[in-house]
T-cell receptor, first 115, second 111 residues
């Protein structure tokens, strides 16, 4: 049973506009959610995280929102740039384990930003 | 800092053959992970090491997969014998009280 779901396999946006990537989860016992970005033929790279005690975290053009009542989080990229085109994974870190221990990943969303 | 280094980048083998992957983590990172990523899916954990000790291998198919991390640094992951369903990208990651840093992976194709 998939505990972290990214229901949109792909997203296409125009350069300069906002990209919104979504993730739903089932397990309420977690410490962090993280977003990773992956370019073709490369490993995933860490982008931004949010802890369970917060509802928003911002880093430059990237903002992650956490809605615990809806068990939903989203990543906003503003403004979107062609270099942001990649696969984005959300990942959950379960509560009680070592920080950043076992990550449970979603299936990923392919973002394409058109010039 | 140098990143996580994996080799080989690509490997094509026939089913029932053995295969091994190698990983050199970032210097000073005591935790090492092996993940497997199937096409169109997110990575899934196979095994996690704290130094040289495997602390989570619950998702490692132990009948054909084995891993070791001698001296708590480099690690190898082995499959013997390989099956068609083992075709995937095998990712190594390391961390030290930080988000995981991933290598570029080994793409395995079993024919």
């Amino acid at each position: 049973d998939q505990q972290v779901k990214q229901n949109s396999p792909s997203l296409s946006v125009q350069e300069g506009r906002i990209s919104i990537l979504n993730c739903d989860y089932t397990n309420s016992m977690f410490d962090y959610f993280l977003w990773y970005k992956k370019y073709p033929a490369e490993g995933p790279t860490f982008l931004i995280s949010i802890s369970s005690i917060k509802d928003k975290n911002e880093d430059g053009r990237f903002t992650v929102f956490l809605n615990k009542s809806a068990k939903h989080l989203s990543l906003h990229i503003v403004p979107s740039q062609p270099g942001d085109s990649a696969v984005y994974f959300c990942a959950e870190v379960k509560a009680g384990g070592t920080s950043y221990g076992k990550l449970t990943f979603g299936q990923g969303t392919i973002l394409t930003v058109h010039p | 800092e140098a990143g996580v280094v994996q080799s080989p980048r690509y490997k094509i083998i026939e089913k029932k053959q053995p295969v091994a992957f190698w990983c050199n983590p970032i210097s000073g990172h005591n935790t090492l992970y092996w993940y497997r990523q199937n096409l169109g899916q997110g990575p899934e954990l196979l095994i996690r090491y704290e130094n040289e000790e495997a602390v989570d291998d619950s998702q490692l198919p132990k009948d054909r997969f084995s891993a070791e991390r001698l001296k708590g640094v480099d690690s190898t992951l082995k499959i013997q014998p390989a099956e068609l369903g083992d075709s995937a990208v095998y990712l190594c990651a390391s961390s030290r009280n930080s988000p995981l840093h991933f290598g570029n992976g080994t793409r395995l194709t079993v024919t």
